[in-house]
């Protein structure tokens, strides 16, 4: 059995959420918040067979959509105009992470 820690955009969530459950995929979702992105992500876990990982992940990356966003420039102690131009920056749209789990129980 693996874990799929899979952190997606909000304005993926309720699609992904959809489709995923329509397929029988049981999942938890967390809130999270990132650091250098602000738009709002959530984390979502997946306890998946091992065989139905790749399956899993095909369905989240066909319900998902990279973004391009333009963020203000970094904030820093060196002098400079560069420092606070815009910049685009790629939003993907799900981050997955895959892992083995040595025990699953339900209590």
Same mark, same amino acid.
């Given at each position: 059995m693996k874990l799929a820690i899979v952190i997606l955009s /909000? *304005?993926? @969530?309720? /699609? $992904? @959420? +959809? $489709? #995923? =459950? #329509?397929?029988?995929?049981? =999942?938890? *979702?967390? +809130?999270?918040a990132g650091q250098f992105l602000e738009s709002g992500q959530t984390t979502v876990l997946y306890g998946v067979d091992d065989e139905k990982v790749e399956d899993l992940l095909e369905l989240i990356k066909n319900n998902v959509t990279k973004r391009v966003v333009r963020r203000e420039g970094v904030e820093s102690t060196l002098e400079g105009s560069l420092l606070k131009q815009p910049v685009d920056v790629e939003e993907f749209g799900a981050v997955a992470f895959v892992i083995d789990v040595e025990q699953f129980r339900k209590l």
């Open positions: /909000n *304005k993926d @969530l309720p /699609n $992904v @959420l +959809a $489709v #995923t =459950s #329509t397929e029988g995929y049981q =999942s938890t *979702k967390i +809130a999270t």
